[in-house]
């Protein structure tokens, strides 16, 4: 939490960089080996993510006819590099966010989209008809989870009186933990994650049975190596938020370790426990369901902060 | 979507390297938006010319290339082709030869239709069930192996019998399987009938009326779905179904759920005619005698396979080998039933119906001989790949 | 239920068009119709309920030339072909059989009456080169795109394509 | 109507030993019946051919060097044999059977399947055909 580290070393390795990176195939690993348990599979070994990497970078790429050259190699850079950069405003790992300003909450839930912007573009691209139609379902799903995913991050935010990531995560281990105080918003957080990084129930952007690999169909190689570490390190990250925000802060290493693990133990349970929603079921459930969840909470939020001073009980949760 | 030129139409085209079905078919969905407008297949992608291979080989060769016809129903294949053969030949198989033939096939059929359970919920994105029944499947998979020796193709029949016996020690272990199955899938039936994310995938998606079965001649779990009452087993009863009856599974919605609810109800059925079958199995012989020449004549040889009525038709001139075999297995009557229901539904569960009707390329398909033995003419991989480069010129 | 009453009562329903009768199993009956009436017939078997077309079958009978070696081959050019169109009801098939001279391999298409029909008759298009007037697809359906025109592969004449090159 | 009916199937399966095995690596029994490699007793063989006669995919291959004296050697093509016991069937001398072991059939060429049974001298006979007396070869069983 104190620790200090120059800017450049912060950038490359630490908390930035390599080490995200590896983070991020880590996690990788572990979702898929808790979903092949779940599913009483063995799963794959701690290598495979790595290996898989390893072997797309050093494919050929090959640029499909019909693409704008340019946006089709640039976009997976900027998908990579939105993530890295938002990982520098979250506490990763329990450190202190790299750089912190007043209401980076806001550009980071930002960055963290921008991933799923660059999928829709890099779908919309190529002539394929796999990605067009992926595309649209990956364009189609942002705007349904977003707003409840915000609003989901806003309660604790609220709660707090600051918009600021890393005031949020020190305020939160000090508080009673949001998760409780909050439930409605955890589960919105947790599930908006999901629709997010397009995991199972949420899939059906990328369903491989139906429409191949989505948006990414065309691309092999090193972009697709690039837009799949990206969502690895999303995965870190957004764990990370959720854990710091619902579940009381990370204050150090083993503490992101534990929390972001159970989370993750959550989140692949959910992954095998659902069959794939159509598209149109997703977007439903979100408006209907998650959307409502979300707002009545952040009013309780509100209402809570408005008399909190009358009642001092409330004003630790909110 | 302004990479599309022609603004009327958004074909998308699946296949014949499909993202789903493991085998090759081509399907051409016209959509708007998400909603399929027209639907058209091309099939023939494996086509081995099989029919005209049999008129080379022996009868009892081809029982074997029969057997190979389909992958996941071979055991109804071979039964179909031996009972044409034997009622060709006018030889009686011995009851105990019968009823172990129907007892593969019932295995056969809880194998079969435990896989398209898998399959259909894979496609419906549902992996874990996929993986679980799976894994459930391989008991009886396991089983077959036990008692034939093989996995697939487990070649038990012969022209006149059978080859394999069942004794103590197999009719214990496949009793006990079955008990383990039945507890498996009546938990099944409870996940696709009471889950509401799986039903939401299957209920009231690609209903087929009853009107709309007969007219398209649907046949098999698919057709009995819409409450089509046809069943060879019971119909016509072969092997040793006369003695050993099964009850016909119907329902009348007719959407994926139903098709669900028949195959998983036709499970039942099977754990309990291969119950009997074990406990009452008659004695006698295996095998009977068959001439190596069989005699000229036509017959019609239909058995119920898991998907549904399997048509042989043989005709022999005299010899050994026969004049012409026809086959026409049941995804052959089905896929109309496809075409026609996919249309107003969404892309998104053209899978779900395409799995809908357990589908399966090499029963439609059947070319290409790949010549062995003493005039044989074995590729080399220089000449695969020549071949490769001269074709994608 | 008597598999004997259920025969006569589908041979009853196509009487008009019949020319002969046979029957090869206990529980099938063989009519034999004019290709011109088949499609009544047809229509007739459907209507009535009696059963589902099951199949149809192709066959090919060609006439054999003896050549000066005294060697049997089958003659390309004269021969029959005969389609089967197999209707199952119960226990119980009847079959329509018609007979096509390979100079005029041409029938009425049922497709418009039974849809089922339509991938049957394109196989016996493609394998045995009858035309079916009125299909409403003549794609090819089981052989590959390149395929030669004319060449039937499940007729006796066929022993395989000769290689290019 | 409920929410998640698997969930008693995946917390099981989280605590269950894995249904899935690493093969290459840990292999598992076959079972006594298996069918595996054709064996050939040259022994009581009678010389009918009607193996090599039925077999669907002409796996098998009888030369015959002395019918009296009989002396047969059986080329056994391992890897087009399909294990469908055939032959055991249409063998009526019992000589030709399936065991249970090898059924493994994985190499990067194709002569470790080509499997010669017989009496040594004969196989070597068949294998090296001296130039002159060359072996008296049955009709359905030429060499390549």
Known sequence: ?318 | MGAEKKPEKFVVSIGPQHPALKEPGHFEFAVEGEIVTSATARLGFVHRGMEKGTESRTWVQNLYLMERVCGICSAVHAMAYAQGVEKLAKVEVPPRARAIRQLIAELERIHSHLLWLGVAAHEGGFDTLFMLSWRDRETVMDLLEAITGNRVNYSANVLGGVKIDIDEVKSAAILKGMDFLEERTRHYMKVVTEDETFLGRTRKIGTMTLEQALRLGSVGPTGRASGVPYDVRVDAPYAAYQDFPVNIVTDTAGDLEARFVVRIKELYESYRVIRELVDHMPAGELTTRIPRRIQEGEVVSRVEAPRGELFYFLKSNGTDMPERIKVRTPSLCNWGSILATAVGHRLADMPMILAGIDPCFSCNDRMILVKRGNDQTVWTWEDLRRYGIEYYK | MDIDQKLQAGAEIVKEWVISTSNPEVNRVDLVVAPENLKKAVAAMLDSQWGYLSAITGLDHPEYLTDETGVKKVDPDRGNLELLYHFSGGAAVLTLRVTLPYSEAVIDSICDIDMAAQLYEREAAELFGIEFRGAPSTDHLVLPDDWPVGVYPLRKAFTGLKKES | MTIGSMLGDIVNSFFKRPATGRYPFVRTEAPEDLRGKVVWNPETCTGCGLCVKDCPSQALELFTLDKAAKRYVMLYHMDCCTYCAQCEVSCRSKSIYLTNDEWELASTSRTPFEVYYGREEDVQKVLEPEPQGEPDLSPESKTE
């Open chain 1, 1 to 318: 939490m104190n620790l200090s580290l120059s800017p450049l070393v912060e950038l490359l390795f630490f908390p930035g960089g390599l080490v995200l990176l590896a983070s991020g195939l880590v996690y990788e690993f572990v979702d898929r080996k808790l979903v092949a348990r779940f599913q009483n599979r063995i799963g794959p070994r701690w290598f495979q993510p790595l290996a898989d990497v390893i072997k797309l970078l050093a494919k050929e790429e090959v640029i499909p006819a019909g693409v704008v050259k340019g946006l089709f190699i640039f976009l997976p850079i900027v998908a990579l590099t939105s993530i890295l950069t938002a990982a520098l405003y979250v506490p990763m790992f329990g450190l202190k966010p790299a750089f912190s300003f007043p209401g980076d909450l806001v550009v980071t839930v930002y960055l963290l989209s921008l991933m799923t912007l660059c999928i829709g573009l890099a779908g919309a691209n190529t002539e394929d008809r796999f990605s067009l139609v992926g595309a649209t379902r990956a364009l189609t799903q942002m705007f349904s989870y977003e707003a409840p995913f915000l609003l989901a991050l806003l309660g604790p935010a609220i709660a707090l009186g600051t918009w600021n990531i890393g005031q949020i995560n020190s305020a939160a281990g000090n508080n009673l933990w949001f998760i409780i105080a909050q439930p409605f918003g955890f589960i919105a957080a947790v599930i908006g994650l999901m629709g997010k990084l397009e995991l199972p129930p949420f899939d059906a952007p990328e369903a491989e049975t139906e429409i191949v690999a989505g948006a990414l169909t065309e691309y092999s190689g090193r972009g697709l190596a690039l837009f799949r570490i990206g969502r690895d390190v999303e995965l870190v990250i957004g764990l990370t938020l959720i854990a710091s925000f619902y579940l009381g802060g990370l204050a150090n290493p083993l503490d992101f370790l534990w929390k972001t693990l159970i989370l993750l133990l959550v989140t692949a349970a959910l992954q095998s426990l659902f069959a794939r929603l159509r598209i149109d079921q997703t977007v439903g459930l979100w408006w209907r369901i998650g959307s409502i969840m979300v707002l009545l909470q952040l009013l309780a939020v509100v209402v809570g902060r408005l008399i909190a001073p009358l009642i001092p009980f409330l004003s630790s949760g909110g």
